[in-house]
């Protein structure tokens, strides 16, 4: 009932909830309700926090995360003087939560700030936890001290299902990644951390009934199961629910490498099928699914059912003969045999089934949840046929999109006009994911973060909440805050191209790196090959997916071109072109020393030739001169030119500078 009225209250909110994107608060997710006043609440070493009501150890170490949090953001030690001194700031909890935590728990928090005292008041100590996060976003710097703006918020989520997906299947996270993401996550109020364990290369998992699948699937990498239960504990600290997923029926090939009667093929090692058709097979993944149900509590378990290369079933005679036994049509037919096998499997073990989207079939049980990487209309066609989904599609943070991209991805799109009330609550929300082929865990965190606060709040915050130019400017401020949980997604980048240049400031080699960015989607598999061990250490793995620089430098030049600049754009304009003429000389001496930076010695050339055809179309533009056309149609022939990938990058800045080129008069 609390889902529905989220759900109800999400689709109708009043109109003055857009008046938050004109506000000065930098909060990301943007909450449901907020009324700004006048005044502050300073923070000094007089501040004191409470805890009173409902009172657990989790809400203590809740307590004091967000002290140390806030120490780091003021530079004030609070962590043990703020619970001395007198409070000011109240943290009131009405009751427990569930003990394992459930999908459409209430968040809700109410949050009041004035210019003397802070009130936190929550059902739960999950509420408690978003609203303590909301206050410290709201910690700001001014001419006289650290304050909070005045301000009354409630707050509560539009979906129940906020997730991020790390794939620890094709390569190996380290527990710290793992953790310090879930620190993020907590940061911007995602409550589901999907953990993946298991590839065609990779089982990562322990397993004490089949022990073969890590000591001889996993390299010698894999998590304990008391590890697995210190990050369950560790999420559910931060109101996150950990679900798993063994993918199943494909997929699986290091399952093979201990327990090849599993496989369809005829050579484990090359097998990637699981076999459907022995009963052996079942009671298999009956031992193995009831111990791992045993090891996660939540309710929900994901057994994956994707990409499943059906041929291998189609092409076995020993598959066949049962298929034709059994009046099985085709290979998705029996993976749909497998899907209701396992999902009883799954149900006998008291859980939940999840599945992407190829084990929705017509005889698919109803109680399947559907993971979508096809897109709302799959997501909604499922509603429509009465089942509860998750959508990841616009959601994948490998494929390099832009936060924009994501951001303006919702998981009801336009679908939402054409479902009922009880379809849209089927739609549970969305997710995330972190897929490991071509991202190791050093730079993770810089394909994770911060573009994923931007996908938390289109799950978290009213739908109209939908401003572009907002969603970065808060992003920004919120980039640098998750710093301040671990989180090494700025830092990454210098350390790998200092340990790619050999230098200790590789200057030049910044100044390049700022304004290139890799392929977008899935056109870096295409331009470079790439294996679960393939090095990661070029410069494409080394920049952020987004270019901010290029993109600031892309609105400018669209201003300058449609005559609305300001003098401080054309300044800007200017000092960043210069800046990247004069780059290749600097740089040039330097790529020579270091294979793995040679092969950007073409793309700092271009940078430079780019950079030139700018400023003079910038001079052009300012003094209102003609271009001969056969000057400007060869500077738009190689800014076209150039825009294409070298060295697997994109050079971001020149479209914006053919949007200058274009806007000047020819002759």
């Known amino acids: 009932m609390y889902f529905l009225l989220l759900v109800f209250c999400a689709l109708s909110l009043p109109g003055n909830l857009l008046a938050q994107e004109k506000n000065s608060l930098a909060l990301m997710p943007m909450p449901a309700n907020v009324v700004q006043g006048e005044g502050e609440f300073v923070i000094d070493g007089n501040f004191g926090v409470a805890l009173e009501g409902y009172k657990e150890p989790r809400l203590e170490r809740a307590q004091q995360r ?122 911007v109020k995602l409550n589901v951390f999907h953990w993946r364990f298991a590839d065609n290369l990779g089982f990562h998992a322990e397993s004490k009934k089949f022990p073969l699948l890590q000591e001889k699937g996993s390299g010698g990498f894999y998590y304990s199961q008391d590890e697995i239960r210190d990050v369950i504990a560790y999420a559910r600290d931060r109101g996150i629910r950990v679900v ?51 090891l996660f509590p939540d309710s929900y378990f994901h057994t994956g059912g994707d990409e499943c290369n059906v041929k291998e079933w189609e092409t076995n005679p020993r598959v066949q003969e049962y298929m034709r036994a059994h009046s099985i049509r085709n290979g998705a037919a029996l993976q749909v045999v497998f899907t209701t096998r396992v999902q009883k499997i799954v149900a006998d073990h008291k859980k939940v089934m999840m599945g992407w ?89 810089n394909r994770i973060w911060p573009r994923t606060a931007a996908i938390a709040e289109r799950l978290w915050s009213p739908q109209q909440v939908q401003d572009v130019a907002s969603m970065y400017r808060r992003l920004a401020i919120e980039s640098q805050r998750l710093e301040l949980y671990g989180l090494r997604h700025r830092l990454i980048t210098d350390e790998m191209l200092e340990r790619m240049s050999g230098e200790v400031d ?32 070029h410069l494409d793995d080394a920049v952020p997916p987004e270019s901010d620089t290029a993109r600031e430098f892309s609105e400018i030049a669209k201003r300058i071109a449609a005559g609305e ?60 001169r003609f271009v001969k056309a056969d000057i400007r149609q ?31 008069r020819s002759q």
């Open 357 to 445: 989207d190829e084990v929705l079939q017509p005889n698919t049980p109803k109680d399947v949840v559907i993971q979508t990487w096809r897109g709302q209309d799959s997501l909604a066609g499922a509603a429509r046929s009465g089942y509860r989904g998750v959508l990841s599609f616009g959601y994948y943070i490998d494929l390099n999109q832009s936060a924009a991209e994501h951001y303006l991805v919702d998981p009801l799109g336009e679908n939402a006009a054409s479902l009922t009330l009880d379809q849209k609550v089927r739609v549970l929300g969305g997710e995330a994911t972190m897929w490991t082929d071509i991202v190791s865990h050093e730079n993770m965190d």
């Open 506 to 537: 590789p200057g030049p080699l910044k100044v390049l790196a700022a304004v290139v960015q890799p392929p977008r989607m899935y056109q870096r598999q295409e331009l470079r090959s790439f294996s679960d061990f393939t090095p990661l250490n």
């Open 634 to 664: 060869r500077n738009i022939e190689f800014l076209e030119s150039s825009e294409k990938p070298q060295a697997v990058l994109l050079l971001m800045i020149a479209s914006p500078v053919e949007t200058l080129v274009q806007a000047s």
């Open 565 to 624: 600049a300001t003098p401080q754009d054309w300044q800007q304009a200017r000092q960043w072109l210069v800046l990247w003429r004069d780059n290749d000389a600097k740089l040039q001496p330097l790529l020579t020393r270091s294979f793995l930076t040679q092969e950007l010695a073409p793309v700092s050339r271009n940078l430079a030739q780019v950079a030139a055809i700018g400023l003079q179309a910038l001079d052009d533009l300012h003094e209102n």
């Open 244 to 294: 798993p997923e063994f993918d199943m029926p494909c997929h699986t090939t290091s399952w093979f490498l201990g327990y090849p009667d599993l496989t369809s093929g005829k050579d484990p090692s090359h097998s990637s099928a699981i076999d459907p058709t022995r009963e052996s097979t079942y009671v298999f993944l009956s031992g193995f699914i009831g111990e791992m149900a045993a």
């Open 66 to 187: 967000f002290l140390n949090i806030l120490s780091k953001e003021t530079g004030i030690p609070l962590w043990r003087e703020a619970i001395q001194n007198q409070p000011h700031f109240i943290i009131r909890v009405a009751g427990p939560s569930a003990a394992v935590q459930q999908l459409g728990e209430d968040e809700s928090y109410h949050l009041k700030i004035s210019t003397t005292d802070v009130q936190l008041t929550a059902p739960n100590p999950i509420g408690a936890l978003r609203g303590l996060q909301t206050f410290l976003q709201l910690v700001r710097i001014t001419p006289k001290s650290f304050s909070v703006p005045v301000a009354t918020i409630d707050d509560q989520p539009r979906y129940p299902w906020r997730g991020l997906l790390i794939d620890s299947g094709h390569r190996f996270v380290p527990i710290a990644a793992i953790k310090r993401n879930l620190d993020g996550m907590e940061a």
